[in-house]
């Protein structure tokens, strides 16, 4: 009744602009090719430790991503995590003998699955499994393998010094004679 | 004009109500335990222009809320036409307020719009009217006030005159068949004072309404009106035609028809003694 | 046994208030459905609350956006990961900043306005001579003011998330030469829609709760300059108090 024409477009442009706004921070900001791209299949791995892994992470092959971590779950059956990956349809020549492995992405950043590639003929589709895995870093670990192999190192320096020893002492005997 | 008198004594009996429009009986109403009104009895007599007066601050806004259902009495009825205001819902009760038209103090026009959309406000709210009617009912409505040509103004701009004739035209837009005028003289100068007296007394006898005028102003209101009522103290303390009443035995009436500055109605406000305040016995 | 009086008084007094608000938006909440026959008042009143605010909105996230650049860069640098800035200030702003920040701006500008409206119109008997001519108020006046500023927040928590992401990026990138592309890309990998839709959400929130004790406030004023005053006071403070309430709860559940 009362509203002038002049109210009404500015108005408009109000209501525009907010939405022109949403739609460049749902656009510009997110990642959303999975869906765009629509289609994906379904891929699972069992891991022993999937450290800090979690559901939305990506799935990478070659620094690329390919999919999304669906969901993460325990087995009680083989007391193991299965991890329920999303694929994009377009990458569906992955061999079934493929490496599936927890990385870090960077200093700070999250924890993502890269795959590396077998050299099969098969690949993989909607329900297989990914037999080969590699399980996070678990730093306890990393330690405990550090300090072991440091230990063993040791003990290989002391024997082998002990046989020097009695190589050098053949030697003078023999430019005696 | 000779049964204004009568009128209040028979407002007891029941056969004047076809000739009363409004009749409150044995009203009570007390807020924040205060009593503001302790048995008022009146009915405002159908075609006439009723006056309300009384001394300040004895409760007549406060009366006219009573009678437009703002607020509900503690005790007594209030019968428009024989409906009762206080025992009616919320719908019923603005079906009915459609029936009155209200003027208030200092015209209350709606700030964000101009003359016309004031005037058309009501007509657009309750009725269906097409654009070009609905003009022809503003214009003629604003022709009767003497403002059709201040149409396009705005509320700020007008003065306190115009802005009291603007909500009338307002009130009269859908045709009610009972005015309420609350002050509609204060603060105006004698010329603007003229033209609503003049719109009053026009209105009421052109449209064969009914009219009540809140009002102190006793000089204007014994041209204007055919009967008053006189409130104070929470009754009606006086009734009948305003030049019968002049010469009235109750002091109060007397102190307040005639302006006088002292009687029931106090100069002095209650104090301490003078002269022992002022020679330091008390603080 | 007087300090018990006063604190049961003050209670009373609370829970009083608390009903009434509760009752006055009950009874608008019924009025919105034919409120919304009327659109030509809604979109004045959109008009009013939203695009007469976006000067100070616009501004206020352009310059939050740009403290956010410096404190993040001077904080991520520690670290080494000044590349996180874009992500670490998206997030911030999209999730918490932007909507608390727009409804207490929102509180201050549109808040206050509604709110002396009301009040004016109250004192100047307008809202009882609508009700006299039969019009009910809450239906004319008070619901398209209640759902202009409730359609207005949550837009202006986008535009001020937005233009305040652009004001990072110049502070970041422009001036501190944070790499554009990992800029971006960092933050398009952490984003997602659930955190965009959580901004959206809480700015709807806010709205709701700043425009209903906006409207409040304004209608049930003391018919005096210095009620109108007061009611425009307490609009500020109870809004500003609210939002960050609001805020707490609403994190709480969506973390």
């Known amino acids: 009744m009362r509203s002038t024409r002049a109210v009404e477009i500015s108005t408009g442009l109000f209501v525009l602009l907010g939405f022109a ?141 002990g046989g020097k020893q009695d190589e050098g002492g053949q030697n003078p005997t023999e430019e005696a004679k | 004009m000779v049964s204004a008198v009568s009128t209040h004594a028979s407002s007891a009996q029941p056969a004047a109500v076809s000739d009363a429009l409004i009749e409150i009986r044995d009203l009570h109403y007390s807020v924040g335990g205060r009593s503001i009104f302790s048995g008022l009895n009146l009915s405002i007599p159908r075609g006439r222009i009723t006056a309300l007066m009384g001394p300040s601050g004895t409760g007549k806004t406060t009366l006219l809320r009573l009678i437009t259902g703002q607020i509900k009495p503690t005790r007594g009825q209030i019968l428009f036409d024989g409906i009762d205001v206080a025992s ?57 006030v003497g403002l059709r040509g201040a149409a396009r103004l705005m509320p700020s701009e007008l ?125 | 046994m007087k300090l018990l009086r006063e604190l049961t008084g003050n209670a009373g007094d609370f829970a009083a208030a608390v009903g009434s608000v509760t009752l006055f938006c009950g009874r608008l909440l019924a009025q919105v459905p034919r409120a919304l026959l009327r659109p030509s008042l809604i979109v004045e009143q959109i008009h009013n609350a939203g695009a007469l605010s976006l000067v100070i909105i616009m501004t206020c996230g352009l310059f939050v956006g740009a403290v956010l650049g410096l404190q993040g860069y001077d904080l991520l640098q520690r670290f080494g990961s000044e590349d996180a800035l874009g992500t670490a200030a998206a997030l911030a702003l999209i999730k918490e900043l932007g909507p608390v920040v727009t409804s207490l701006l929102f509180a201050g500008r549109a808040g206050t306005a509604l709110a002396s409206e009301l009040g004016l119109m109250r004192a100047t008997d307008q809202l009882t001579a609508m009700e006299m001519m039969a019009v009910d108020p809450v239906r004319r006046v008070v619901a398209p003011r209640f759902l202009g500023g409730l359609i207005a927040m949550p837009l202006l928590t986008l535009i001020f998330i937005a233009i305040g992401i652009f004001g990072v990026q110049l502070v970041g990138v422009q001036m501190f030469g944070v790499e554009s592309s990992s800029f971006w890309s960092q933050m398009r990998s952490s984003v997602d829609m659930n955190d965009i839709a959580e901004g959206v959400i809480k700015g709807c929130v806010f709205g709701f709760a700043c425009s209903l004790v906006a409207v409040y406030e304004g209608y049930n004023a003391i018919p005096t300059a210095e009620g109108v005053g007061r009611a425009t006071t307490r609009t500020v403070v109870i809004s500003a108090v609210l939002t960050l309430m609001l805020d707490y709860m609403l994190t709480a559940v969506m973390l």
């Open chain 1, 21 to 161: 706004c949403l739609f460049f921070m749902v656009t510009q900001i997110t990642n959303r090719e999975l869906a765009v791209n629509g289609g994906s299949y379904e891929v699972t791995a069992q891991f022993e430790n999937v450290g800090s892994l979690r559901p939305g992470a990506a799935v990478s092959m070659a620094g690329v991503t390919i999919g999304r971590v669906d969901s993460i779950t325990f087995d009680q059956n083989v007391y193991k995590a299965v991890v329920k990956m999303r694929i994009a349809s377009t990458y569906n020549r992955i061999p079934v003998d493929s490496d599936a492995a927890i990385m870090t992405s960077g200093l700070l950043g999250g924890q993502y699955v890269g795959i590396t590639p077998g050299g099969a003929d098969e690949y993989l589709t909607n329900g297989d499994r990914i037999e080969l895995v590699q399980d996070a870093l678990v730093l306890e670990n990393l330690i405990n393998q550090l300090v072991a192999s440091f230990m063993g190192r040791r003990d290989e320096q002391s024997s082998d010094s």
């Open chain 2, 159 to 283: 003065s306190g005159g115009m802005n009291r004739r603007v909500a009338l035209a307002r009130t009269m837009a859908t045709d009610p068949e009972v005015l309420i005028y609350d002050e509609p003289f204060t603060g105006l100068d004698p010329i603007s004072m003229g033209m609503i007296v003049r719109l009053v007394r026009h209105m009421n006898s052109a449209l064969a309404i009914t009219s009540i005028v809140v009002s102190h102003d006793v000089q204007e209101l014994s041209e204007l009106s055919d009967t008053s009522y006189i409130i104070a103290g929470g009754k009606v303390v006086a009734s009948g035609e305003l030049k019968n009443l002049k010469g009235h035995q109750s002091d109060i009436v007397n102190q307040f028809l005639n302006g006088l500055p002292d009687g029931p109605v106090p100069f002095h406000y209650p104090a301490a003694d003078y002269y022992q305040q002022l020679l330091g016995s008390e603080a």
């Open chain 2, 88 to 144: 009616l819902n919320t719908r019923e009760l603005y079906a009915l307020r459609r029936r009155m038209g209200m003027l208030f103090q200092n015209g209350a026009l709606l700030t964000d719009m101009d003359v016309f959309e004031n005037v058309a406000f009501p007509l657009r709210e309750h009725t269906d009217l097409p654009e070009c009617l609905i003009r022809n009912i503003v214009l003629t409505k604003l022709q009767a």
